[in-house]
T-cell receptor
Framework: NAGVTQTPKFQVLKTGQSMTLQCAQD?????MSWYRQDPGMGLRLIHY???????DQGEVPNGYNVSRSTTEDFPLRLLSAAPSQTSVYFC??????????????FGPGTRLTVT | RKEVEQDPGPFNVPEGATVAFNCTYS??????FFWYRQDCRKEPKLLMS???SGNEDGRFTAQLNRASQYISLLIRDSKLSDSATYLC???????????FGTGTSLTVIP
């Protein structure tokens, strides 16, 4: 199993550009999430999904869109990049069911710089 | 108030030392608790889940105090390979929302 994969590993964007960060998992996990990690802030939840066709906002959703058309894929789209979106982005997946929570598996991250 | 708070450290300890980290959480509805380890420029990985009765995994012991809303991690006989950032994580079991502390940095010195 590849686990959780993310592409690209590094990306530099200019202000105003858009792009999509890819995330895929091959563990048949229902739950998937996107986080950003900034110095001194910890990981903050951007968007999450509890299954194909279902997404919801996390703590810091502004400027990002997601979709979940399949169980395996959960892309994150930056609509119009801003310097404040310079960060490390992690995708994570886990088993899940109501009332139970299981460990999250993280992808290797995407390091994004917006100039 | 932050959902999860940790002392950022850094903790610099000699090999063989015992070190303890604490973490507090603000929401009494939190149901699941974890410690993750993150190496420099890498993704977080689960170190251990934290159960109400406390649990041990080799040199690592985790404790939960629901009344005071804090979680602890004890590392005995520290190894150089324990050097990392340790993240405290809580979940309310109401969905997929995990809340992360900012992490505590540990460096084990030869």
């Amino acid at each position: 199993n590849a686990g959780v994969t993310q592409t690209p590993k590094f990306q530099v964007l200019k202000t105003g550009q858009s792009m999509t960060l890819q995330c895929a998992q091959d563990m048949n996990h229902e739950y998937m999430s996107w986080y950003r990690q900034d110095p001194g802030m910890g990981l903050r939840l951007i968007h999450y999904s509890v299954g194909a066709g279902i997404t919801d906002q996390g703590e810091v959703p502004n400027g990002y869109n997601v979709s979940r058309s399949t169980t395996e894929d959960f892309p994150l789209r930056l609509l119009s990049a801003a310097p404040s979106q310079t960060s490390v982005y992690f995708c994570a997946s886990s088993y899940g069911s109501r009332g139970s929570t299981y460990e999250q598996y993280f992808g290797p991250g995407t390091r994004l710089t917006v100039t | 108030r932050k959902e999860v708070e940790q002392d950022p450290g850094p903790f610099n300890v000699p090999e063989g030392a015992t070190v303890a980290f604490n973490c507090t959480y603000s929401n009494s509805a939190s149901q699941s608790f974890f410690w993750y380890r993150q190496d420099c420029r890498k993704e977080p990985k689960l170190l251990m889940s934290v159960y109400s009765s406390g649990n041990e995994d080799g040199r690592f012991t985790a404790q939960l105090n629901r009344a005071s809303q804090y979680i602890s991690l004890l590392i005995r006989d520290s190894k150089l390979s324990d050097s990392a950032t340790y993240l405290c994580v809580v979940n309310r079991n109401t969905g997929n929302q995990f809340y992360f502390g900012t992490g505590t940095s540990l460096t084990v010195i030869p």
